[in-house]
């Protein structure tokens, strides 16, 4: 007896000891560190380690533009065409903003104008009372392509395989940036972690008119914060997404209809793979996060796996995700619905999508009801369990089948079952449980 008792007695000291002494011994390096056995999707197979076997010479400190492109090309800059592969940490310290020239200058849309292009000469062009609603051509069109192609050589920011990008703080800043993760149809990019950063105003200079998109024509921009296309093994955690001072509701009208500079905020296309997107919050835009880009997109067919959990979805319009072809896990998120951005769906249902959704919680400030947290594009089935919602703020909480209030007032119905039961995840939560650590704790923070 007694020599049992003397064994717990040392086994609760060695379990103290062990919990307290990493803590003191070995400081928190967000750089190193790798994502947890069975965090989602990006747990598959050997896991995703990112940067973390970097050697020490790369490993950066980035405090602007030509830093970072450099930190991501082996120290070259200019940059080769395919950025390099070789395990690497980038700390990113401060603001940095992609739109300025080498001396780290900002530039503004008019400093990319090529070939006469003019905003004012292009709306007088192609206003459709003057041209008709046929797509736009000619110098002018050219001209905003060259233009576009200027802006484009300064956002975007290729990402190689084996690499950690970190906040070195809760301030750490990506200004006016697309993060181009993509490998090719024969060989992926692979292993990246992105983490702790904020990522705001990625926006276009040079929306393409597309006169006969919707009934009025609409602006297309390019540029997601983050596109993932033939990458797999993806791990984007503690993030903030948001557009300030390019919100759409400070955007004009051109054209009769929205001048829209923005596309998605993470979009993961094209066969990529394996992806975890965790504890960010993502604020402030219409849509959101694309998996799978089109119906055709057959190569996407057993590939899109993505576990989204512990995100705020706070003011988005659409696409929370939208779904093609791939099972997603959807699990202990928090949807904000209101605020200034209007509310279109949550949860898209598109072709062949297998989205596994629980233990959700919405609250809603503008009217919209529960058969409005899902849309259905050609998909034909969702599973939906443990939703929350709240119609409006305070709680309390109410369960409620979105499934079933979405069926109730559209045809066809989705049926329940997707065929697959997720196994790569740490702990579902309680719906109630979960609310407020997300409130609190989505996005960067200091370490
Ligand atoms: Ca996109
Ligand atoms: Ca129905």
Redesign the pocket.
């Known amino acids: 007896m007694r020599v049992l008792k003397l064994t717990l007695v040392l086994a609760c000291l060695l379990a103290v000891i062990t919990a307290v002494l990493p803590t003191h011994a070995d400081p928190r390096d967000l750089g190193r560190e790798t994502l947890a056995l069975n965090d989602g999707w990006a747990a598959e197979g050997a896991g995703t380690t990112g940067g973390a076997a970097a050697t020490a010479d790369q490993v950066y400190v980035v405090t602007n533009r030509q830093e970072l492109v450099a930190a991501l090309n082996n120290g070259v800059y200019p940059p080769p065409s395919n950025p390099s592969d070789v395990p690497k940490i980038i700390y990113v310290s401060g603001v940095i903003d992609a739109n300025v020239d080498d001396n780290n200058q900002p530039l503004v849309c008019e400093d990319y104008y090529r070939d006469g292009y003019t905003l004012d000469a292009f709306l007088a062009t192609y206003d459709p009372a003057v041209w008709g609603r046929t797509p736009p051509s000619g110098p002018l069109e050219d001209a905003r392509l060259v233009s576009r192609n200027a802006q484009q050589a300064r956002v975007r920011i290729r990402v190689g395989s084996n690499t950690t990008i970190v906040g070195m703080d809760k301030d750490a800043t990506i200004r006016g940036a697309w993060l181009d993760l993509r490998g090719t149809t024969s060989v992926n990019r692979t292993n990246i972690i992105i983490r702790n950063l904020n990522f705001e105003d990625t926006y276009d200079c040079f929306p393409a008119w597309s006169p006969t998109d919707g009934a009025l024509g609409s602006w297309n921009a390019l540029y997601d914060s983050i596109s993932l296309r033939n990458t797999d093994h993806v791990w984007i955690d503690h993030n903030r997404f948001e557009d300030v001072t390019t919100a759409d509701h400070l955007l004009p009208h051109y054209l009769g209809v929205l001048y829209q500079v923005h596309d998605g905020l993470v979009d993961i296309t094209n066969a990529s793979d394996f992806v975890t997107v965790s504890w960010n919050r993502l604020l402030n835009h219409d849509k959101v996060m694309l998996i799978g880009s089109s119906d055709g997109a057959i190569a996407d067919r057993g590939k899109l796996r993505v576990t989204l959990h512990h995100n705020l979805f706070a003011s988005t319009g659409q696409r929370t995700p939208r779904v093609r072809f791939g099972q997603v896990h959807v699990y202990n998120n928090v949807y904000k619905i209101g605020g200034h951005v209007p509310h279109v769906y949550n949860w898209g249902v598109g072709i062949e999508s297998a989205i596994y959704a629980e233990n959700n919680l919405f609250t809603v400030a503008n009217g919209v009801t529960p058969d409005m947290f899902m849309a259905r594009f050609n998909g034909t089935a969702v599973h939906e369990t443990g939703t929350l919602w709240s119609p409006p703020l305070p709680p309390p909480y109410q369960p409620v089948d979105a499934r079933a209030a979405y069926?109730?007032?559209?045809?066809?119905?989705l049926a329940g079952d997707v065929g697959w039961t997720p196994t790569l995840f740490i702990e579902v939560e309680p719906t109630q449980q979960m609310a407020r650590p997300v409130l609190r704790n989505a996005g960067p923070f200091d370490w």
């Open positions: 069926n109730a007032v559209n045809d066809p119905d």
